[in-house]
């Protein structure tokens, strides 16, 4: 990947997919993209710093596990927003994965109303579960009410419905979030960088181990698969000019020789795939569904059919950029079918128009998902009382 003054922007990308640029950005030498193994674990988490508020993340954990078990009450670990690639030690830059964390937050509150608990981890300032109609929002809140009282009684009355519309809603997440709170049903956890958020994935993994079947992860965080290894990391803000001291000064060094406004090569190593040792080490018991982002739809089933063969965990839910707001695809061993919001018309609503959908497809999503999680712990229930 380069950057050097914008060629490589999205229309060129776009006409010329296969160009050198775009066929030399990754090193095919290099073995196909396999899943972790324990060495590949060790060596990540023995050569890249933990984050500083793990040891609090965790002891918060584990008192929220404990307060569930005693409750026989189900935990899921909702991961959401992206995660950042930082490429200096005093991070100036960084690569992003694209998430606003609508799937996480939205998940989570239907996740909450199906009787779970929810350990909510998130990137820090992405959206939260209840806040993210308010925090984020285009409509803010101050557009509905009005500086001068309306003049005439029709704007008056619009201005009173539309507050009391605005109102009602706002008191009715209001409630669902006091509750949550009230009965330490929601544990808010932030991250920011990739290797933050796989020890703190790890961690919690470990930390949910008491639930058993009962625990489930949900995994839509837009996970980086690249990153710069601790040993190649500048530490300071990368400059795009070379510099010597002189006279106990620092200086330019041949400003105006060719190539004096470098282009920035970046060399990232692949991110070990750990889905396959959450399955397999970290959490066993419980039941695992990640999620799967293409922009090519011809590639997206075979990309979900093949993360469940490297990882064999249970779902894997796909969704595509442009369409993830309205349709999802369910793929797991034995079969895959898509949920579809169904699309509003001008003419379905009386003339009246509606948003492009009606509601949100987390709402079909979560109790599906939660289902399936019902009908694994009672094969794990049947499978002991038979045995
Ligand atoms: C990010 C979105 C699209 C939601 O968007 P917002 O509502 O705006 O937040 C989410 O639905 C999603 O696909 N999340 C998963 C995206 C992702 O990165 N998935 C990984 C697989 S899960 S991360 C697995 C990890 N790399 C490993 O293998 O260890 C992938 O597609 O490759």
Known sequence: MSSDGGSNNINTLHKTQSSPAIENAIDRSAPNFTAALEKDETSYFDTNPPPPELEEFSQAAEAFVKLHCEHQRRVVLVTSGGTTVPLENQTVRFIDNFSAGTRGATSAEYFLEAGYAVIFLHRQFSLLPYSRHYSHSTNCFLDFLSEAAPTDAGSRKNSIVAREEYTAKMLSVLRKYKHAKRENLLLLLPFTTITSYLFLLKELAMKMRPLGGKALFYLAAAVSDFFVPRERMAEHKIQSGDFAEKDGEMELINPTAPGAGKKLIIDLD?????????????????????????????????????????????LV????????????????????YWLRLPQSTEEENGGKFASKQDSEIEALIVPEVVRRHGALIWDVVAATRSS
């Open 317 to 336: 839910i796909g969704n595509l950029l442009q369409t993830r707001k309205y349709e999802v695809v369910f793929v797991d061993p034995e079969s895959n």
């Open 270 to 314: 692949p991110v070990p795939k750990f889905l396959k040792r959450l399955v397999e080490s970290w959490a066993p018991a419980a039941m695992i569904v990640s999620f799967k982002l293409e922009t090519d739809s011809k590639l997206l089933l075979t990309k979900c059919r093949l993360a469940l063969k490297r990882y064999s965990h249970h």
